[in-house]
């Protein structure tokens, strides 16, 4: 028996068509996305692995060209009215990878569909900025015809706001917003999870989806610029361990990942094969500010002084992250002008002695008398280092003594939502490119603001930013409404993320949304 | 038998009942839920999707419904994976963990017993010093460890083996022998030891004193006997390797069943829970029932009446 099993693995592996040693063929792109989609459906989808993959198969009225312009993508062109509220899209002659025509229609359904509370998207709450969007959503108006879309005629779109929203603009790229072919749903509300059933208007059509295992898109003959498409084929992997994903990658297995071994990123970096690409995100840490002593700002702030962050990104993180000088990141341009450049640093990235200073200003001279607090984060290597170099510096920098405490992911997230806790690590990545994606979750009574933190001037510049389109005037609260919130810290920005990715130089053509996932859209190969 | 099986078969469904209850309660007791969200879902589109997947009734009621809905082998909706039911899940996963499972066990069979076997007749010997090392360190060498070895290996340096994946003949043998590395050490340990106290046995020296050749001995009278606790093991061990690995399936990078036991919970995909733990109970009754019919073909002194 002995014999006939090592004589039957030999025969296997003799056997065994070697597909997974050759080499990329040309125009054929092997992606690790890191995990299996929980849904292609667009309106219900919310991960960043599902939107790298729904950006090739869907296209909003707009879409991101690879330097991040907003470009026409669906909608040919668009005039907005002076008031802001009305939009007037005009759609170009596009068709679905089954050949039918994206209709208005197909947008005013899609939109209303994935307001419909019986669907119970998550990511409703995209399209609240339609007016009666909410009110449809959560059920306090039931007639749908209220909705702020409607299609004029097959090409005509007409988009009502509930107030200004200068970056609508940037939200009609978004998932939540792709069109669905209207025929197709209405028949069978599950096509997007089947290849054989599956009808799309982006760039790609799907060929294969073998549940946890790969993804494979071709190129969709109908779509209305194929010709700019290079890419033949995409062949997406769903490896979650990041180490196996890096020895394939290393093996030649693959062409890119977007997920790295953290402890690999410093060799990786060496290699050229790791890729720091912009991210609009801010790693902190949150005070409960109804906890004594951080009730007090110039307790919150003392802490966040004698926090050295550029020991943090440069000895922890190391993947180019940027030790934060305010709360909202760099990246997010309006009117051509980067937010963060505009507002310069509102804070030292690290100043102990104003740190101490603060504290014994605020009765607790070298921490004396400053009782034990706690940090909580969720359980991960890179959360527990941070935490434990934040405790030494504490204790080093205000003679302050804190406890570390780990909980599970939805364990913490539940421990904050019910604000037990005195300290606690949290990041943001934004939904959209405009302050408001950071500033409007620290407003009295929002969901995100778990360290119960209120400022009445803060909420009265928020609140001033729905009123108006004006950008200049918009972006003048919003960095008051920053100046404020940084003065008053109530929390500790740490440092900016950046976008971990790899792929080999003959990957060409690469951009990545700060906001989310790679864009692989205008990806050729090059000199392999 | 008939009496014996259809006894057995009730306490399975006891079994199977306490499991999936408890099951069920701890599970509703791990704060968090299954939209638990950094991003903070709106309180009413929470109140939507509780309504759609009916988390808002009590819990007696949810327990009745999965009751009822089970004996219909109706497992539910995935909460994670928005086109799947827990048993779609079950009919992908399965089949590939057990087509890696079937083939970790004949590894761990082909290699085990005879590596006991060869340990017990020569003991103290030089084979049996080495078998018995490279057993202790199969029982020894935690999956991950090995897999990540393998890979690393076999996937990156040697570069004759793919490093993980899916979908051909070369890619189940490093995770085959990576999962089959524990059982193998098990049973020639399992097989070593029992043999030894079978081959001291009276019937045996009978054998032999009847002037049976060595070969009739050894394998008629005595390895037959010393296998009845190999047998008892492979009840357990293959519904744990058919089920599928965690560890071996993340490394590897295989779509089996074996991962869906700890992501689950990570999600609160409380059906995927429920069904995986459902699905894993039944196997294990089901596997320990065909061990103890089968000691009645193999050991003579069982009988069912």
Same mark, same amino acid.
Not at chain 2, 246 to 257: D, N, S
Not at chain 2, 268 to 274: E, G, K, L, P, S
């Given at each position: 028996m002995h014999r006939l099993v090592v004589v039957a693995l030999v025969m296997t592996m003799a056997l065994a068509p070697a597909t997974w040693a050759q080499p990329s063929a040309s125009q054929v792109l092997r992606w690790n996305v890191g995990t299996d989609f929980e849904t292609l459906d667009p309106a219900k989808s919310t991960g960043i692995p599902e939107a790298t993959v729904i950006y090739l198969?869907?296209?909003?009225?707009?879409q991101r060209d690879p330097q991040g312009r907003l470009v026409p993508g669906m909608a040919e062109r668009w005039d907005v009215s002076k008031d802001g509220l009305t939009w007037t899209f005009?759609?170009? @002659?596009?068709?679905w990878s089954n050949g039918q025509?994206?209709?208005?229609?197909?947008?005013?359904? @899609?939109?209303?569909?994935?307001?419909?509370?019986?669907?119970? @998207?998550?990511?409703?709450?995209?399209?609240?900025?339609?007016?009666?969007?909410?009110?449809?959503n959560t059920g306090r108006i039931k007639d749908v015809s209220q909705v702020g879309v409607i299609a004029k005629d097959a090409r005509t779109l007409v988009v009502t706001l509930e107030s200004p929203t200068p970056f609508f603009g940037d939200l009609l790229s978004f998932h939540t917003l792709m069109p669905v072919p209207k025929t197709v749903v209405t028949g069978n509300p599950a096509w997007a999870g089947k290849p054989e059933t599956f009808v799309g208007n982006g760039p790609f059509v799907m060929k294969e989806w073998t549940r946890q295992n790969r993804v494979v898109l071709e190129r969709n003959p109908n779509y209305w610029d194929a010709k700019s498409i290079k890419l033949q084929r995409i062949e997406f992997s769903m490896i979650e361990a990041e180490s196996t994903a890096l020895v394939q990658y290393e093996a030649g297995q693959l062409d890119g990942s977007s997920n790295v071994p953290v402890a690999d990123i410093p060799r990786l970096l060496k290699t050229g094969d790791f890729k720091a690409m912009p991210y609009i995100g801010t790693y902190y840490y949150l005070f409960n500010t109804t906890h004594k002593p951080l009730d007090d700002a110039r307790v919150r702030r003392a802490l966040a002084f004698a926090i050295n962050r550029t020991l943090i990104t440069a000895r922890i993180t190391r993947a180019g992250e940027k030790p934060a000088n305010a709360f909202v990141p760099s990246g997010i341009v309006v009117n051509g002008?980067?937010?963060?450049q505009a507002g310069g640093p509102l804070m030292p990235v690290y100043d102990p002695a104003l740190a101490k200073k603060l504290l014994a200003e605020a009765g607790y001279p070298n921490g004396e008398g400053f009782p034990t607090l706690t940090i909580l984060y969720n359980t991960s290597q890179r959360h527990k280092t941070i935490a434990e170099a934040i405790q030494e510096m504490w204790r080093q920098n205000l003679g302050v003594k804190v406890n570390l405490t780990n909980q599970e992911w939805k364990v913490y997230l539940q421990t904050r939502s019910q604000h037990n806790f005195d300290i606690a690590r949290a990041g943001w990545i934004g939904d959209y490119r405009d302050p408001k994606t950071f500033l409007d979750m620290f407003i009295t009574g929002s969901s995100f603001n778990e360290g119960l933190w209120s400022n009445k001037a803060y909420d009265r510049l928020v609140d001033a930013t729905t009123k108006t389109a004006d950008q200049a005037v918009r972006m003048k609260a919003f960095h008051e409404a920053e100046k404020i919130f940084v003065q008053d810290m109530p929390l500790a920005p740490i440092y900016f993320y950046v976008q971990p990715i790899l792929y080999k130089n003959y990957v060409q053509g690469l951009a990545t949304d700060p906001t989310g996932p790679p864009l692989l859209r205008n990806v050729w190969i090059e000199g392999h | 038998m008939g009496g014996f099986i259809f006894r057995r078969v009730l306490s399975m469904l006891l079994v199977i009942w306490v499991v999936s209850t408890m099951t069920f309660f701890l599970m509703k007791a791990i704060p968090g839920g299954p939209f638990t969200a950094e991003k903070q879902l709106p309180p009413e589109i929470l109140r939507n999707l509780e309504r759609r997947y009916r988390l808002g009734d009590p819990l007696w009621k949810q327990y009745r419904d999965y009751l009822h809905n089970l004996l219909r082998l109706d497992l539910g909706p995935s909460f994670k994976y928005e086109d799947l039911t827990v048993n779609d899940i079950i009919r992908q996963g399965f089949p590939v963990s057990a087509e890696l499972g079937v083939l970790a066990l004949l590894f761990a069979l082909a290699v085990g017993v005879p590596s006991g076997l060869i340990s017990a007749l020569r003991q103290y010997s030089f084979s049996d010093y080495f078998s018995m090392l490279w057993a202790l360190l199969g029982v020894s060498i935690p999956s991950f460890l090995l897999a990540t070895l393998f890979i690393y290996l076999f996937g990156l340096r040697l570069h004759v083996l793919p490093a993980g994946g899916w979908g051909t003949p070369a890619h189940l043998l490093l995770p085959a022998v990576a999962l089959g590395m524990y059982p193998t050490g098990?049973?020639?340990?399992? &097989?070593?030891?029992?043999?030894?106290?079978?081959?001291?046995?009276?019937?045996?020296? &009978?054998?032999r004193a009847k002037g049976l050749a060595e070969i009739t001995v050894t394998y008629r009278h005595a390895l037959k006997n010393a296998v009845i606790p190999v047998v008892t093991y492979l009840g357990p061990i293959t519904a744990a390797v058919l089920t599928g690995s965690?560890?071996?399936?993340?490394?590897?990078?295989?779509?089996?069943?074996g991962r869906h036991f700890v992501t689950s919970i990570y999600?609160?995909?409380?059906?995927?829970?429920?069904?995986? &733990?459902?699905?894993?109970?039944?196997?294990?009754?089901?596997?320990?029932?065909?061990?103890?019919?089968?000691?009645?073909?193999?050991?003579?002194?069982?009988?069912?009446?």
């Open positions: 198969l869907y296209e909003g009225l707009t005009y759609l170009r @002659a596009a068709k025509l994206v209709s208005a229609g197909d947008f005013e359904f @899609a939109w209303k569909r994935a307001l419909d509370p019986a669907l119970a @998207a998550d990511y409703a709450y995209q399209l609240y900025y339609l007016k009666n969007g909410k009110a449809y002008t980067d937010f963060r | 098990f049973i020639a340990r399992l &097989t070593r030891s029992s043999m030894l106290e079978v081959i001291r046995q009276d019937y045996v020296r &009978t054998a965690f560890v071996v399936e993340r490394i590897f990078a295989i779509p089996g069943l999600n609160r995909d409380y059906t995927v829970i429920m069904g995986t &733990t459902v699905f894993y109970s039944v196997f294990l009754v089901a596997m320990n029932l065909v061990v103890d019919v089968a000691y009645g073909f193999i050991d003579p002194r069982i009988r069912f009446d």
